[in-house]
């Protein structure tokens, strides 16, 4: 067996599969991007959705990568088993369409045992295979796997409703019977039981049915192969590591942290093993996705990030250490790392900065959680049943960051339980309610095979407006390939268009079709992309098409124009806001529209007016130098190497563009742009706002929308010069003020005015004195225009002392207003305003609180106010 490193093997894994024809992947982000029914990318193969279903067909269609994985279905068991992470590597290969399993068995078999590769010993290999997957067997006897090693599962069928399934087989690696958690004899104790002695370490699914919605499984027109090995899981073999969590992924980490407590070391004692685990694990997590473009939260991925944070946090007092500390482990996770995934080290400022800032913020919110902790500790030792509610706890879960674990240690130290089915019942509720916010949509879409078969190749011609001798090559109508297309809509194949089909953000052009006499034939009003990469041109037909004829195609110019300005100047933001903001800044998305720009950017807060202004002058200031916007066609890593950021973590084909604008901005693009900044004109932002959590967006136009905005916010100014009276436009601002002063007077005037009428009403209410019990009360509905009159009129009562008690309520706007004032003889007889106020308010629909020597409420129903007064009267007589 060979020893390796955590960089080795990866390598090793990808170099076999490259051996093999297949194309490496680069890891893809963590963030999902267009696919809304995953939070976070989970395995391999999510990332391979659009070719597995047949949008889109890959240019080498064996594919292999590394993918970086969050998972946080199981957090609570992190730490406390040896495999469970939410942060693990899925090593996967993959073919779509091309090789099965007489393939893909061979070669799963070939790099665990041979002698160049991992070189395992081949009697403690198992596998298990679907009962009815009998070819499967058959490969794998005679791949070299013992006949008496292969297990028949029923459980064997990857299937997750809709779309594509089949079955799967599971290789399992014998760490041999010291390492079992089962007794031999248990029933459990076999490859695919639940037993430690058995590690599962790939899973090969030979996805070759297509569930329909009616419940009948069909053959896929392509069988696609897919695997999934736990990097982690065979590291722990490789490196002889009793879990995971003792190889060199998480031992510096561990390490690290044994550092700043005070003397604990890792496997000293359960209880400390488990926190070093927890902690070495979501470090782990929470790194890669801010690197990514996550961002702490109460919603969404954020929710995420900030429970594991304060998971960690709490695991970390645990052991001893004080205040925030797991972003000083940032820079041990990067240096782990760096060999493959080399952002956290280029981001390690940025991303310690953001736990810190969460670590500081969740200890300002611990000291309430252990109060609150404590008040549901006294709260129920006075129960009959001695027990914190599963609701209680699952809000010191979900609010504080509490574990369920640590809830119930502090209730069992004082001899109290805690209610755990109502607490999985509370959890249970909140992943409905989040599986729900996403939607029921389908994980991967079935196989369109017309689509898929479209292999005509088809040029886009960039930078042309009109192709005269346009072929068209392939007509769909109602998905099926016919010779010629006269009914009202079709989806049109030609050998070469000057349509750009709609990708990267920027909408697809429109325009119009003609045939060789001149005439119009049909409008474009939609082009996407088919899965081998033609240019589907959406149509209203005007006149019949025929397949093989040329075709005149002209796009709308304007439109067009109008997508150039945007689209270069959406280049200019993204630099101007990475130049004024930092360079972590992430694109999370974009819309490049004829008439404006939408652009989606991670921050942390608000921009603020001053940051706005910045960008906005600095985007102008490069349109005004009027450099050249340079595309170059050139290969991936050339690209790379002359600086192009590459969005969204995207999948590039042999040939790239990159759109150069000076030294300013240089990205992977294909879309449309200006020959020089200087034809965008100008350009204006119109908003910035917020969109979700750690995620802004700003909208702004150009050219000649970015004028007309302008001249309306002109209008509007003229307008407002004339509204104050202002001699010139540069006086607003001083006439602003003057009226404000003047306004400000004028409001002085009328409170003091007010002051002296509530002055001259207090002679006569304060006249009124009852005696309730041993008290003196006044209690009247006063005229008065609201709570600001009660309280002068309670003040005004105060510095009078005419009684002990005073009651006043008044009518304004069909709202209703209460206040209660106390002195110190109502006082020391136990009576506390606040109470009597919660006694009144109901009575004319309202709710209030105060002091005990004062309180108030506001409620909708006034006409209850004569009997909330006789309410408040009686409960001071009984005292």
Same mark, same amino acid.
């Given at each position: 067996?060979?020893?390796l ?15 093999h024809?297949?194309m490496?992947?680069p890891?893809a ?18 990332t ?20 970086k994985?969050i ?21 996967g ?18 790099f ?23 070819d499967?067997?058959?490969?794998w ?22 779309g594509?399934?089949?079955p ?13 958690d ?22 090969i ?28 899981r065979?590291?722990?073999i ?11 992924l998480?031992?510096?980490i ?11 070391k ?9 926190a ?9 997590a ?23 944070i ?5 695991n ?5 250490i004080?205040?925030?500390f797991?972003y ?16 956290i080290?280029?981001?390690q ?10 670590? +500081? @913020?969740f &200890?300002?919110?611990? #000291?309430? *959680?252990l109060?609150?902790?404590? !008040?549901?500790?006294?709260k %129920? /030792? ?9 609701k ?37 509720a ?12 389908q ?21 042309v407006?009109e ?34 089909? +709609? @990708?990267? &953000?920027?909408?697809? #052009?429109? *325009?119009?079709?003609?045939?060789? !006499?001149?005439?119009?034939? %049909? /409008?474009?009003?939609?082009?996407q992309?088919?899965p ?17 004829e ?18 270069t ?12 903001l ?6 999370a ?5 004829p ?7 991670t921050?942390?807060?608000?921009m ?16 005004w ?10 290969d ?9 950021l ?6 590039? *084909? ?42 802004r ?36 601002m ?5 009226l ?13 005015l ?24 006044i ?23 005419k ?13 209703a ?5 106390l ?5 020391d ?7 009597l ?13 105060g ?10 129903k ?12 009686d ?5």
């Amino acid at each position: 067996m060979k020893k390796l490193n955590s960089s080795e093997f990866r390598q090793m894994f990808l170099d076999f599969f490259k051996d093999h024809g297949h194309m490496i992947m680069p890891s893809a982000s963590l963030i999902p991007q267009d696919d809304p029914t995953l939070l976070w990318i989970n395995s391999g193969v999510a990332t391979m959705k659009k070719y597995f279903d047949g949008s889109v067909v890959p240019k080498n269609h064996r594919i292999t990568s590394s993918q970086k994985s969050i998972r946080t279905n199981d957090i609570e068991n992190v730490g406390k088993t040896a495999r469970h992470q939410t942060f693990f590597e899925m090593l996967g290969n993959f073919s779509v369409g091309d090789y099965f399993r007489d393939q893909a068995i061979p070669w799963a078999w070939e790099f665990l045992t041979s002698p160049e590769w991992l070189d395992l010993d081949k009697e403690k290999l198992y596998c298990t295979v679907y009962p009815k997957d009998k070819d499967s067997k058959e490969v794998w006897i005679k791949a070299g796997m013992p006949k008496d090693h292969i297990v028949e599962l029923e459980d064997n069928f990857w299937d997750i409703g809709e779309g594509p399934c089949g079955p799967d087989t599971e290789i399992f690696y014998d760490r041999g019977q010291e390492n079992n958690d089962v007794a031999e004899d248990d029933p459990e104790n076999f490859p695919g039981g639940e037993n430690a002695r058995y590690l599962e370490i790939w899973n090969i699914v030979f996805s070759q049915y297509n569930h329909l919605p009616n419940g009948q499984y069909v053959d896929q027109p392509h069988k696609n192969i897919d695997t999934g090995m736990g990097l982690e899981r065979v590291l722990s073999i490789l490196q002889d590591a009793p879990t995971n969590f003792e190889t060199d992924l998480f031992l510096p980490i561990i390490h690290a942290t044994e550092e700043m407590t005070d003397g604990k070391k890792y496997g000293e004692n359960k209880e400390d093993t488990t926190a070093f685990k927890i902690i070495a694990d979501h470090v782990r997590a929470v790194s890669f996705a801010i690197a990514d473009g996550a961002l702490p939260s109460n919603s969404g991925r954020g929710y995420v990030l900030r429970r594991l944070i304060r998971r960690a946090d709490l695991n970390g007092q645990r052991l001893g250490i004080k205040g925030a500390f797991l972003y000083k482990l940032v820079p041990v996770v990067g240096k782990i790392m760096q060999s493959h995934y080399p952002e956290i080290v280029d981001q390690q400022g940025f991303i310690a900065n953001v736990i810190q800032n969460e670590e +500081e @913020r969740f &200890g300002a919110t611990l #000291d309430s *959680g252990l109060t609150l902790l404590d !008040d549901l500790i006294e709260k %129920a /030792k006075k129960s009959e049943d001695k027990t914190i509610s599963g609701k209680d706890a699952f809000k010191l879960f979900d609010t504080y960051g509490f574990p369920y674990e640590l809830t119930f240690e502090s209730a069992q130290d004082e001899g109290l339980t805690v209610d755990k089915d109502g607490f999985d019942a509370e959890m249970q509720a909140q992943k409905d309610r989040a599986r729900k916010a996403r939607g029921d949509l389908q994980s991967m879409g079935k196989q369109d095979e017309t689509l898929m078969n479209l292999k005509d190749k088809s040029e886009f011609e960039y930078g042309v407006y009109e192709e005269p001798h346009a072929k068209l090559i392939d007509i769909i109508v109602d998905d099926k390939l016919v010779d010629k297309a006269e009914s009202e809509q079709a989806t049109l194949v030609f050998d070469k268009t000057p349509f750009y089909a +709609e @990708r990267g &953000g920027q909408v697809a #052009d429109h *325009g119009d079709i003609y045939n060789k !006499d001149g005439e119009l034939v %049909a /409008k474009v009003t939609d082009v996407q992309h088919a899965p081998n990469d033609q240019n589907l041109h959406f149509v209203d037909v005007i006149l019949p098409l025929e397949k093989g004829e040329e075709y005149t195609l002209k796009i709308d110019r304007e439109r067009r124009e109008g997508l150039r300005h945007s689209h270069t100047a959406t280049h200019l933001l993204h630099s101007a806001l990475r130049q004024i903001l930092g360079e972590h800044t992430h694109q999370a998305g974009s819309l490049v529209e004829p008439d404006y720009l939408r652009f989606d950017f991670t921050a942390m807060d608000p921009m603020t007016p001053r940051e706005l202004k910045s960008v906005e002058e600095l985007v102008n200031q490069k349109i005004w130098e009027a450099i050249q916007v340079k595309t170059t066609i050139t290969d991936p890593e050339t690209g790379r190497k002359m600086g192009a950021l590459a969005l969204f973590n995207g999948k590039y *084909g042999d040939k790239v563009r990159v759109v150069q604008i000076s030294d300013f901005s240089t990205e992977f693009c294909g879309g449309t742009h200006c020959d020089n900044t200087s034809q965008i004109g100008i350009f204006k932002i119109t908003s910035e706002s917020a969109i979700g959590a750690g995620m802004r967006r700003i909208e702004a136009v150009t050219s000649k929308k970015a004028y007309e905005y302008l001249a309306n916010r002109s209008n509007m100014l003229d307008d407002i010069q004339e509204k104050v009276k202002a001699t010139k436009p540069e006086n607003i601002m001083d006439k602003i003020a003057s009226l404000e002063t003047d306004l400000h007077d004028s409001q002085k005037q009328v409170e003091e005015l007010n002051k002296t009428i509530n002055q001259a009403k207090s002679k006569d209410l304060f006249n009124d004195i009852k005696q309730a019990g041993d008290l003196t009360v006044i209690a009247e509905i006063a005229d008065v225009d609201g709570m600001k009159d009660l309280r002068e009129l309670a003040d005004n009562w105060k510095s009078q002392n005419k009684s002990d008690v005073l009651v006043l309520a008044a009518e304004s706007n069909g709202k209703a207003n209460m206040i209660i004032s106390l002195n110190d003889k109502a006082l020391d007889k136990g009576l506390k305003a606040g109470n009597l106020i919660k006694t009144a308010a109901p009575i004319f629909g309202g709710g209030g609180g105060g002091r005990p020597n004062m309180a108030q409420a506001g409620g909708k129903k006034p006409e209850g106010l004569k009997d909330a007064i006789e309410v408040v009267l009686d409960e001071i007589s009984k005292n």
